[in-house]
């Protein structure tokens, strides 16, 4: 149980065009799920924190405007990389918690963005 | 500002060893406590969480938190070369909306 896919796994894309990433939760229902970039041989960086139904919270640095987060449903949650430059380019990975008493979160396999 | 910290390693352990992680937190309010492997070019993997005092054993994997003291440590017993990984530290608050903060991860190796 408890699995989260992600689509696209790899995206290559042209700098100022936008890309969208979908988070699913498959067998849970998701009330939190939350997006992170990687850069190489760095840590997870949280970029926001998003609820069904309800506005994300960025953490600091993050231009929302930027990065578009959708929470439609309780099993998908969706991110826009607008506008898309080469400094974009990162492993961008979610994650859902389930919403019992526990943070317990589950990871998307991640999807590796390129900007040319 | 809370905080997570692992020593970044390299850590290198003998196969069939036992490899010991440890992670130190700041936010004494702290209620939730995950291990999780990250391989690289993978996204992080869970292995194992704790919520109380002590020891918590899966399999080759022990847990062991102790709040006093702000700590948790993984126990990898018999480690094989496919242990091998970045291990990453999580700590979390009581709800289930609370973000949890990442350490910046310890990088094992087994050698065999």
């Known amino acids: 149980g408890a699995v989260v896919s992600q689509h696209p796994s790899r995206v290559i894309c042209k700098s100022g065009t936008s890309v969208k990433i979908e988070c699913r939760s498959l067998?849970?229902?998701?009330?939190?799920m939350f997006w992170y970039r990687q850069f190489p041989k760095q840590s997870l960086m949280l970029m926001a924190t998003s609820n069904e139904g309800s506005k994300a919270t960025y953490e600091q640095g993050v231009e929302k405007d930027k990065f578009l987060i959708n929470h439609a449903s309780l099993t998908l949650s969706t991110l826009t990389v607008t506008s898309a430059h080469p400094e974009d380019s990162s492993f961008y990975i979610c994650?859902?918690?389930?919403?019992?008493?526990?943070?317990?979160?589950?990871f998307g396999p991640g999807t590796r963005l390129t900007v040319l | 500002q809370k905080e997570v910290e692992q020593n970044s390693g390299p850590l290198s352990v003998p196969e069939g060893a036992i490899a010991s992680l440890n992670c130190t937190y700041s936010?004494?309010?702290?209620?939730?406590f995950f291990w999780y492997r990250q391989y690289s070019g993978k996204s992080p993997e869970l292995i194992m969480f704790?919520?109380?005092?002590g020891d918590k054993e899966d399999g080759r994997f022990t847990a062991q938190l102790n709040k006093a003291s702000q700590y948790v440590s993984l126990l990898i017993r018999d480690s094989q070369p496919s242990d091998s990984a970045t291990y990453l530290c999580?700590?979390?608050?009581?709800?289930?909306?609370?973000?949890?903060?990442f350490g910046s991860g310890t990088r094992l190796s087994i050698r065999p």
């Open positions: 936010d004494r309010g702290s209620q939730s």
């Open positions: 704790i919520y109380s005092n």
């Open positions: 067998d849970f229902q998701a009330t939190t």
């Open positions: 999580a700590v979390g608050g009581y709800s289930s909306a609370s973000k949890i903060i």
């Open positions: 994650s859902a918690s389930e919403g019992s008493l526990t943070d317990t979160q589950y």
